[in-house]
């Protein structure tokens, strides 16, 4: 398998082309850096390679790093990016572009950055108004301490709303200039924090396992906002092949504080699990047809629904919906071979609980390959106070 450079919705669904039928051969081809950074598609990017590291007993990976001495630092740039320390924390062994063995050594790198990733300061491991997260459960750095508390068996346990909202907070102060961050009304940061809260809560109850309880061999769940702040001359370069995401862009407006770029704040989040469907019907994917996959997905949007036999409220995915309404926001959801979006700037008003109006991907396939866990991508307007 290659991964390009460019990290983009339609690399990564090519990427999952090629990893239909049999179990993929040889090492995934890794660059050392990504660019072309649009909407989602750096997470989209994670899920592919999650795909294919639990297609494989022992994944393997080809990088560009020189040898295990790494002069260039370039086992460093890579695990300082999203998709590159997912796969080094995926993979069982990683080559150099000469062939020598340098598993052990990147690892390193990628564990040193994960410290960082799940300290109280995730912030300092960012690189340019990015923010990330990650937990990795199959070697046990599942619970970082910015997400979690211990209870009193000393087991963790998630943090609320409340610790979320200060995460957004964190979120502004890294991704959004300071002459922009200082006007963003709390109410636009609650809405973030609430939205990331019920997202990532989605993962603890239903990620960490398949769909008959077992516990996955490869998990990660991972979190990443950016801040994409896009000329009106570079429009059609962030959209690139994407008609939805066009047509929400071309209905915002840059902020009257700034009167200059659109400013769009994005969060991803991406697990390993069973995804939506499997999830809620306890059924493997192979055994539902693609019909019956996309009714038991929708279902989840409702109200109440829930896979879980403990008594949750299954009122995560409506509150993020109500958010995104509110707020005028984008949603893009990839699980199993379902490939949706909802535009939710046309929804404003609805009455909480409504079924959002989820299409389609556009694709020239009626089935999308299919994808391992889950990657729902959110994109807000970013509001500023004039």
């Given at each position: 398998?290659?991964?390009?450079?460019?990290?983009?919705?339609?690399?990564?669904?090519?990427?999952?082309?090629?990893?239909?039928?049999?179990?993929?051969?040889?090492?995934?081809?890794?660059?050392?850096?990504?660019?072309?950074?649009?909407?989602?598609?750096?997470?989209?990017?994670?899920?592919?390679?999650?795909?294919?590291?639990?297609?494989?007993?022992?994944?393997?990976?080809?990088?560009?790093?020189?040898?295990?001495?790494?002069?260039?630092?370039?086992?460093?740039?890579?695990?300082?990016?999203?998709?590159?320390?997912?796969?080094?924390?995926?993979?069982?062994?990683?080559?150099?572009?000469?062939?020598?063995?340098?598993?052990e050594a990147l690892r390193t790198h990628a564990l040193a950055r994960l410290d960082v990733l799940q300290s109280e300061r995730p912030r300092e491991a960012s690189r340019g108004?990015q923010y990330e997260v990650l937990c990795v459960d199959h070697l046990d750095r599942a619970a970082p301490r910015l997400l979690y508390d211990l209870d009193l068996e000393g087991?963790?346990?998630?943090?609320?709303?409340?610790?979320?909202?200060?995460?957004?907070?964190?979120?502004?102060?890294?991704?959004?200039?300071?002459?922009?961050?200082?006007?963003?009304?709390?109410?636009?940061?609650?809405?973030?924090?609430?939205?990331?809260?019920?997202?990532?809560?989605?993962?603890?109850?239903?990620?960490?396992?398949?769909?008959?309880?077992?516990?996955?061999?490869?998990?990660?769940?991972?979190?990443?906002?950016?801040?994409?702040?896009?000329?009106?001359?570079?429009?059609?370069?962030?959209?690139?092949?994407?008609?939805?995401?066009?047509?929400?862009?071309?209905?915002?407006?840059?902020?009257?504080?700034?009167?200059?770029?659109?400013?769009?704040?994005?969060?991803?989040v991406v697990d390993s699990g069973p995804g939506f469907a499997a999830a809620i019907t306890k059924r493997p994917l192979a055994e539902l047809s693609p019909m019956e996959e996309?009714?038991?997905?929708?279902?989840?949007?409702?109200?109440?629904?829930?896979?879980?036999?403990?008594?949750?409220?299954?009122?995560?995915?409506?509150?993020?919906?109500?958010?995104?309404?509110?707020?005028?926001?984008?949603?893009?959801?990839?699980?199993?071979?379902?490939?949706?979006?909802?535009?939710?700037?046309?929804?404003?008003?609805?009455?909480?609980?409504?079924?959002?109006?989820?299409?389609?991907?556009?694709?020239?396939?009626?089935?999308?390959?299919?994808?391992?866990?889950?990657?729902?991508?959110?994109?807000?307007?970013?509001?500023?106070?004039?």
């Open positions: 398998m290659l991964v390009t450079k460019a990290m983009t919705v339609s690399a990564a669904e090519a990427m999952l082309s090629g990893l239909e039928g049999d179990a993929p051969r040889g090492p995934a081809k890794l660059p050392t850096k990504g660019h072309h950074h649009h909407a989602g598609g750096e997470a989209a990017v994670v899920q592919a390679l999650i795909t294919w590291a639990q297609m494989i007993r022992h994944p393997a990976l080809q990088t560009y790093v020189p040898n295990a001495e790494d002069p260039d630092g370039q086992m460093t740039t890579l695990t300082r990016q999203f998709f590159g320390i997912a796969a080094a924390l995926l993979c069982d062994r990683a080559s150099a572009v000469n062939g020598a063995v340098i598993s108004p087991q963790p346990s998630l943090k609320g709303t409340s610790a979320f909202i200060e995460i957004a907070r964190q979120i502004d102060r890294t991704i959004v200039p300071r002459e922009l961050s200082s006007s963003i009304p709390p109410s636009f940061t609650d809405a973030v924090g609430g939205a990331l809260y019920e997202l990532f809560r989605n993962t603890e109850d239903h990620a960490r396992v398949d769909e008959r309880g077992n516990r996955l061999g490869r998990s990660i769940r991972g979190v990443q906002a950016r801040r994409h702040a896009i000329p009106q001359t570079k429009l059609a370069e962030f959209v690139g092949t994407s008609p939805p995401l066009a047509a929400y862009c071309a209905r915002l407006r840059p902020p009257r504080a700034t009167n200059k770029d659109l400013q769009l704040i994005e969060i991803s996309a009714d038991a997905v929708r279902r989840c949007f409702q109200k109440h629904a829930t896979g879980k036999t403990t008594s949750r409220s299954g009122l995560g995915l409506p509150n993020v919906v109500d958010i995104l309404r509110e707020h005028g926001g984008f949603m893009r959801l990839r699980t199993g071979r379902q490939s949706l979006y909802a535009d939710l700037s046309l929804e404003r008003g609805t009455s909480y609980g409504t079924l959002p109006e989820l299409v389609a991907w556009p694709s020239e396939r009626e089935v999308f390959p299919r994808a391992s866990g889950t990657l729902l991508t959110i994109l807000l307007p970013l509001v500023v106070e004039p």
